[in-house]
């Protein structure tokens, strides 16, 4: 059984950091292609980061220079280090994977992951 566990969201200022760590069970994962999506209330689940099998990394516009993906295929854990948070930056965060490269369907196709973590909360004041 596949499973997907989010943790490491909170509460932070303007400024601050946070690391999320995703733990993954269930299936060779360093075969797979990773990511982390955020969704704030009222607005669609957009894609953050995402990692290839082989470390190739992507970011959305809207993080880069502040956010780093990565991963430990030892531990079987991904982890989203967030640097100078904004206050947009609140969401909910999820961990996702699929069995394709990245580049399959769109770096951020949402349709193109085949696992869901549950979610870890962020949220950032001013």
């Known amino acids: 059984q596949v499973s997907l566990v989010e943790s490491g969201g909170g509460s932070v200022q303007a400024g601050g950091s946070l690391r999320l760590s995703c733990a993954v069970s269930?299936?060779?994962?360093?075969?797979?292609?990773m990511g982390w999506f955020r969704q704030a209330p009222g607005k669609e689940r957009e894609g953050v980061a995402v990692?290839?099998?082989?470390?190739?990394?992507s970011y959305a516009d809207s993080v880069k220079g502040r956010f780093t993906i990565s991963k430990d295929n030892a531990k079987n854990t991904l982890y989203l280090q967030m640097n100078s948070l904004k206050p947009e930056d609140g969401a909910m965060y999820y961990c996702?994977?699929?069995?394709?490269?990245?580049?399959?369907?769109?770096?951020?196709?949402?349709?193109?992951?085949?696992?869901w973590g549950q979610g870890t909360q962020v949220t950032v004041s001013s």
């Open positions: 996702a994977a699929k069995k394709v490269p990245m580049w399959v369907g769109g770096v951020f196709t949402r349709v193109t992951y085949n696992y």
């Open positions: 269930g299936y060779t994962y360093s075969n797979y292609c």
């Open positions: 990692i290839e099998s082989d470390g190739d990394t």
